[in-house]
């Protein structure tokens, strides 16, 4: 069956207006999406699913726990999710094709020490590091609990996709200030510092200064239930998290099947890019 045609509770014309504001806008913000049970259910699994894949747990300075990455099929809860029949219509519609999930990780910006995201555009990643040929792909923000101006909501330049892939400054590494057994965490596996707080491939400043006086920016924010939807090319980043409250957020990407790297070219582990190329092992 093919994927637009399973069940699902959106109309055509919702969706037909949802792609006519993320093509315009490069993102989406739905609140509501989610109820507070299924949010809880989410919640409630990411115990078990730390234990998965030690190596996919990636931390911060702190201690404190940055993300979980979660691979595909490695979790009935997650997979549930990945296979919602009305976000796989929203995502399939936004990006005009049918989509396979790529990339599932939790972020988790703990309350005083959460540390921030720079300035970057998704589709850098995965085309340096994995070879995905275009930028067919976008991510799907699940907030699991409220995020408000105080507890690191994600900042977005509007409309910023609009300008393709932006020259980027590329840090193999940048850990003079560090601590010893920092870079030594950073150091133990080449892919962390491609998901640390110091990011591998960074936005320049003027490029930020340029895109943010043309579009302005906006910050992310909505209650637990809450689904944001990006495209691989918008310009986003996120400030530490100095309040007294967790934010915590699933990102599910998701590729147009259209748009699967080269095998031969996807050298990081599974549980970052995800080497199937379709949905068929999900049933
Ligand atoms: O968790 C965040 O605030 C941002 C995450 C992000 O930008 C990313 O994973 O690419």
């Known amino acids: 069956m093919n994927q637009t045609e399973k069940s699902q509770t959106i109309k ?14 490069g ?29 996919a747990v990636i931390f911060e300075k702190s201690g404190e726990v940055r993300s979980i990455f979660v691979e595909v099929e490695k979790n ?30 939790f972020n988790n910006k703990c309350a005083f020490l959460g540390e921030p995201w720079e300035w970057h555009q998704d589709f850098v990643f995965w085309h340096k590091e994995d070879g995905m040929p275009e930028p067919d792909a976008l991510t799907v923000a699940i907030f699991l609990g409220d995020i408000h101006e105080y507890n690191g909501p994600m900042y977005l330049v509007p409309a910023s996709h609009k300008a393709g892939l932006l020259s980027f400054q590329q840090y193999d590494s940048n850990l003079n200030d560090e601590s010893d057994a920092f870079k030594e965490y950073q150091n133990s596996k ?33 209650a637990a239930g809450t689904l944001l939807f990006f495209h691989s090319n918008l310009i986003h980043a996120s400030p530490s998290n100095l309040s007294p409250w967790d ?24 549980f970052i890019a995800n080497k199937s190329g379709s949905f068929h092992q999900l049933s």
């Open 247 to 270: 934010r915590n957020i699933l990102f599910i990407s998701y590729n147009s099947i259209k748009n699967h790297p080269p095998i031969e070219l996807m050298k990081r582990p599974s």
């Open 76 to 105: 009935s809860v997650i997979d549930a999710i990945v296979q919602n029949n009305d976000l796989i219509a929203i995502v399939s519609e936004l990006i005009g094709s049918e989509v396979y999930p790529y990339q599932i990780k």
């Open 12 to 25: 055509n014309e919702e969706l037909s207006a949802y792609k006519v504001k993320y093509d315009a806008e």
């Open 190 to 222: 080449p892919y962390i510092s491609q998901l640390s707080s110091k990011l591998k491939y960074v936005l320049e400043e003027e490029t930020i200064k340029k895109n943010i006086r043309e579009n302005g920016v906006l910050s992310a924010k909505g």
């Open 27 to 55: 993102f989406l913000l739905l609140d509501s999406f989610l109820s507070k049970h299924e949010i809880s259910v989410i919640v409630d699994e990411i115990p078990q699913i730390k234990k998965i894949d030690p190596n």
